[in-house]
């Protein structure tokens, strides 16, 4: 038998690949009998008519209702219909078996209806037992396979007690990492007072990191701990922008680099990668254009926004206001317009947002607001340090923008990782993926180095730079171990500053 086309790439390689985001499609009547098991039936039931039938209520309704009612058009059709794709994905056994076609050494196993989990199943008495439900679940079905195949479990951070109790249950079954959601939709507090129906009032964006109601300061502790990257694998469908009653495509575009971007630059902005520097993240799914984005507006912010030079350049104290005065006298005086409104203008309206405000309030009332006050930067290498060094991201095989990442031109230096994204919509042939990935390398995108950092190196620095057994007893260990050690020599023979420097 002919070796498939990824397979055909695997073969030349002097690296393993490690898939670092292919997922699994549970099946209900398997995981009902864990909630059963786990957390009874009185949760089962209510869990299957709470959350079986989530799109009811939209196909249910005409167009003008879902105009109305704004429901959000659910996804549809998300799987292939490639026979053995198909039986692969919801089988352990025959998974394991096809990473050969796959041209895939070892692959980290997501869940597919599991990542909804922690956004829609949040009553208090119900989470704690479904999520032990679903971990053991993953534990138990793919334990036979742990040669090749990682499975992921699954955390809900929406409240920092709970989320290190199912850290530490998920944990204690084995697993060695975790997928969560890193931005969680909050009802405005102040909304209670006057709207009774929860479902009704307004809500904000928590990204964890920065003006959350938690300190999840123990959260992220918890997970350096217990040797675990913080994966997450949120979307943004639903949000306000993303709230199309018709269109399935215009929710889905970007939504998972939007959650991203939330989650990002709130652990930038509010410290944790300063606090916790020995933490990594993986955000998957969304691809690295979004990050390369935010990795330049925070460098571009910083410079602008910093005290120092916001202290010299933009105080408005710093306004030389009987200059400006001499040239409205010189340019302005004899404008009808400008006719008996220089002394007001210039004594309590040189904002370009606040009107009657005089220029001293303006200074005093900010000066000592600092947006970058919870990082410590002292210049763009702090920025490299804070942002490059502990986030990865996870990028599809057919994404160009992944080439981006390594463009020496545009001065960046982020860390992609292969996502496969097996048996979602997107991937019509499993065993192409590889293939797919390669061609960056073909069409002269990224070269042969980048492209074993992108199916391997990123992978192995990611999880096995947090817990260096991560690939104990996996068909790669010692490759891992031998990886580990150069990245550890390389890494000693650098100065910090130039460890800093190097991201």
Not at 222 to 249: C, I, Q
Request: negative net charge.
């Amino acid at each position: 038998m002919n070796p498939t086309k990824s397979a055909a790439v695997r073969a030349k390689l002097k690296h393993p690949v490690i898939d670092a985001d292919g997922h699994w499609a549970e099946l209900n009547p398997v995981f009902f009998d864990y909630i059963r098991e786990v957390a009874g039936t009185d949760i089962l039931e209510r869990f299957r008519a709470g959350y079986g039938n989530r799109a009811r209520p939209w196909y249910g309704a005409s167009p003008e209702e879902r105009r109305r009612r704004r429901l959000l058009r659910p996804p549809y059709w998300g799987m292939p219909t490639n026979t053995r794709d198909r039986a692969a994905a919801m089988i352990p056994a025959l998974f394991r078996q096809s990473l050969d076609d796959w041209g895939i050494d070892v692959a980290l196993v997501y869940p597919s209806m599991g990542l909804g989990l922690s956004r829609e199943v949040t009553a208090p008495d119900m989470v704690g037992g479904i999520f032990r439900a679903y971990n053991t679940m993953v534990a138990d079905l793919f334990r036979p396979y742990a040669d090749r195949v990682v499975p992921v479990g699954i955390v809900s951070l929406r409240e920092p007690a709970e989320a290190i109790a199912q850290l530490e249950f998920a944990h204690s079954l084995g697993l060695r990492q975790v997928v969560t959601g890193g931005s969680i939709p909050r009802q405005i507090e102040e909304d209670a007072d006057w709207q009774s129906d929860p479902k009704k009032r307004r809500v904000y964006i928590d990204g964890l990191g920065l003006d959350s109601p938690y300190d999840y300061d123990p959260v992220w502790r918890k997970f350096v701990e217990l040797n675990m990257a913080v994966a997450t694998h949120s979307g943004s469908m639903g949000w306000p922008d993303r709230n199309s009653p018709s269109n399935f495509v215009a929710n889905h575009l970007g939504h998972f680099a939007q959650s991203h971007h939330v989650f990002a630059r709130a652990l930038f902005l509010g410290g944790v990668t300063e606090r916790f520097p020995t933490l990594n993240f993986a955000f998957l799914e969304g691809g690295v254009g979004w990050a390369c984005s935010l990795y330049s507006d925070l460098m571009g912010h910083w410079e602008k926004r910093n005290r120092r030079f916001m202290a010299e350049h933009l105080d408005p104290l710093r306004l030389d206001q009987p200059a400006v005065r001499g040239l409205f006298d010189a340019h302005a005086a004899g404008h009808p317009r400008f006719a008996g409104k220089i002394d007001d203008i210039l004594e309590r309206n040189l904002d370009g947002i606040e009107c009657d405000v005089p220029l001293a309030e303006l200074s005093r009332r900010d000066r000592d607001s600092d947006d970058f006050a919870r990082v410590n930067i002292d210049s763009r290498a702090d920025i490299e340090r804070l942002f490059a060094r502990n986030f990865y991201f996870g990028c599809e095989a057919d994404d160009p923008m992944t080439a981006v990442a390594f463009n020496p031109k545009m001065g960046l230096r982020l860390k992609p990782v292969l996502g496969s994204d097996i048996s979602h919509f997107d991937v019509i042939d499993a065993s192409e993926v590889i293939e797919e990935a390669w061609e960056m390398v073909e069409h002269g995108l990224i070269d042969e180095g980048n492209f074993r950092d992108f199916t391997y190196g990123n992978a192995v620095r990611l999880f096995a730079g947090m817990n260096a057994d991560f690939f104990a007893g996996t068909i790669i260990e010692d490759e891992v171990r031998k990886e580990l050690g150069s990245a550890s020599s390389a890494g000693a023979a650098k100065t910090p500053a130039a460890r800093a420097s190097a991201g």
